[in-house]
């Protein structure tokens, strides 16, 4: 069965010199490149960027079950106090200001389509800090202390911010 070629747009910067960097935005790869490059340059690089990409997908494309597995695993990890975890964890497209959301009251968990594709540290991150307001509904100092037991939050924190400002994207965690 041949696999359909994704959507990519193609992004020149003038401010960027040197680097190729590509990133999955829902369906879509968005590729940066040097203003200067050729157009044999731009095709070069887009293809292979679009394959890292593909590869990386193939490696982490959790579904569902394995999003509610995981979260189970970081529960009983970072989250001890947390006595019953969600009822649904799944993939969304529809959420395009946010990483991810939680509705304590359905112990509901949805994770944005965009982290797909992302390093699993990552994923892993704004999965926890959504399982975490299913002990803490708010963002206050008690939920914040139970989210930093995750030992890459700040790094990850950063991917994600990084990721939010190359595509010009206003994305919050929650």
Known sequence: MAHRRPDVEVRRSDRRRRTVSAYQDGDRIVVLIPNQFSRAEEREWVDRMVDRIAARGQRRHRS???????????????????????????WVTNQNSRWGSCT???????????????PEWVVDYVLLHELAH?????????????????????????????????????????
């Open 134 to 174: 299913l002990v803490v509904p708010g963002h206050g100092p008690e939920f914040w202390a139970l989210v930093s037991r995750y030992p890459r939050m700040e790094r990850a924190q950063g991917y994600l911010e990084g990721v939010a400002a190359t595509a010009g994207l206003d994305l919050t965690e929650d």
């Open 64 to 90: 569902d079950d394995e999003l509610m597995e995981r979260a189970a695993q970081l529960a009983r990890r970072y989250l001890p106090e947390l006595r019953r975890g969600p009822v649904t964890v799944r």
């Open 104 to 118: 304590p009251a359905e112990r509901s968990i949805r994770l944005s389509a965009r982290l797909r594709g992302m």
